[in-house]
T-cell receptor
Framework: EAQVTQNPRYLITVTGKKLTVTCSQN?????MSWYRQDPGLGLRQIYY???????DKGDVPEGYKVSRKEKRNFPLILESPSPNQTSLYFC???????????????FGSGTRLTVV | GQSLEQPSEVTAVEGAIVQINCTYQ??????LSWYQQHDGGAPTFLSY??LDGLEETGRFSSFLSRSDSYGYLLLQELQMKDSASYFC????????????WGAGTKLIIKP
């Protein structure tokens, strides 16, 4: 089944404790992206990647890191999480290199992160 | 700067037709997308409009007017399972060709 897999689904952590949210897609998509979703704000892009070893900042990159060492994986790293990073996170992939969106994005199931 | 506006909530009756509007302000517009998200779920792709006009996919249709910077999603023969949030998203040069998302419209369907 074609899908984007995120782990974990739920995570509660403490301020300052480094964490990684994994994202893997099995569709051979070039483009991958991370979003956070907060009530009333829609989806805001954190980072995106158009190819292996190519990553770019989205609208809200502060406090996050990503890496794209292989096509299928695009982990999101929070080096020192803070309470304002409590949010619902989604990973997405697209068959179009530029992420145009013509054929739509496939999203993972989401990771609900709470930082206390 | 760029912005998208859509109503926060729309209520309709099962079996009826509902229209969810989206107006945008951006430079270098490329296309308008619509996504559906059920509570606790992930967004799922519904449609993409790059040119003016109406695109129909089953019970759902999406319309775009580039001159008016406006689009809408039309849902016909509403079913209870259509209760969800609907997001419009715009791809534009101003956003480095990345999707910018509206805040979403919660569609409430009454029997």
């Amino acid at each position: 089944e074609a899908q984007v897999t995120q782990n974990p689904r739920y995570l509660i952590t403490v301020t300052g404790k480094k964490l990684t949210v994994t994202c893997s897609q099995n569709m051979n998509h070039e483009y991958m992206s991370w979003y956070r979703q907060d009530p009333g704000l829609g989806l805001r892009q954190i980072y995106y990647s158009m190819n292996v070893e190519v990553t770019d900042k989205g609208d809200v990159p502060e406090g996050y890191k990503v890496s794209r060492k292989e096509k299928r994986n695009f982990p999101l790293i929070l080096e020192s999480p803070s309470p304002n990073q409590t949010s619902l996170y989604f990973c997405a992939s697209s068959p179009e290199v530029s992420g145009m969106g013509v054929f739509g994005y496939t999203f993972g199931s989401g990771t609900r992160l709470t930082v206390v | 700067g760029q912005s998208l506006e859509q109503p926060s909530e729309v209520t309709a009756v099962e079996g009826a037709i509902v229209q969810i509007n989206c107006t945008y302000q951006t430079s270098g517009f490329y296309g308008l997308s619509w996504y559906q998200q059920h509570d606790g779920g992930a967004p799922t792709f519904l449609s993409y409009n790059a040119l003016d006009g109406l695109e129909e996919t089953g019970r759902f249709s999406s319309f775009l007017s580039r001159s008016d910077s406006y689009g809408y999603l039309l849902l016909q023969e509403l079913q209870m399972k259509d209760s969800a949030s609907y997001f419009c998203a715009v791809r534009a040069r101003e956003s480095n060709y990345q999707l910018i998302w509206g805040a979403g419209t919660k569609l409430i369907i009454k029997p």
